[in-house]
């Protein structure tokens, strides 16, 4: 049995970029960043390492991809690995590994901010723009606690 399964998270490194193909499907490619920190062992200094990853998402994913992410926008893929091979123009032969998305998560807008409050994405509301203009938050509410031994009530279930 063999596995091809990709998971990253990463920043969009630029816009999304959408074509069509000549049997009308689309197709978008996005650059992703993924970054990894460590602490030199010698120096004790931290060290971040970032790799950058090549995306390929077709058909409705990829309307998907270019209607609400632009750069810097925090994503979550999952996919599998494709290498494709072609002869450049000079002749030279030219490989690039893509990851091929089945799965899209967005997660955060660009800069950094991970909560929906611009109004790019499908459900985001605008945020207030002073905390005069903030709504105050809802009172939290009272779970119910199931001791061990006690037999659970379907009601009890907060879900």
Not at 62 to 79: R, S
Not at 97 to 112: C, K, Q
Request: aromatic content about 6%.
């Amino acid at each position: 049995m063999d596995l091809n399964k990709v998971m990253i998270i990463g920043r969009l490194t630029r816009d999304p970029e959408t074509r069509t193909t000549p049997s009308g499907v689309n197709v978008c490619q996005v650059g992703v960043a993924t970054s990894y920190v460590y602490t030199n062992q010698q120096t004790g200094q931290k060290v971040e390492q970032t790799e950058f990853h090549n995306v390929v998402l077709w058909r409705k994913l990829g309307e998907i991809a270019q209607q609400y992410l632009k750069k810097g926008t925090q994503v979550f893929i999952e996919g599998r690995l494709q290498t494709r091979s072609w002869q450049a123009q000079d002749g030279s032969k030219r490989n690039r590994t893509e990851i091929v998305a089945d799965n899209m998560i967005m997660l955060g807008r660009p800069g950094g901010v991970s909560q929906n409050s611009g109004s790019s994405f499908p459900s985001a509301k605008s945020a207030p723009k002073t905390s005069e203009e903030a709504p105050q938050a809802a009172p939290a509410e009272e779970l119910p606690t199931i001791q061990q031994g006690e037999d659970i009530n379907v009601e009890d279930i907060p879900f």
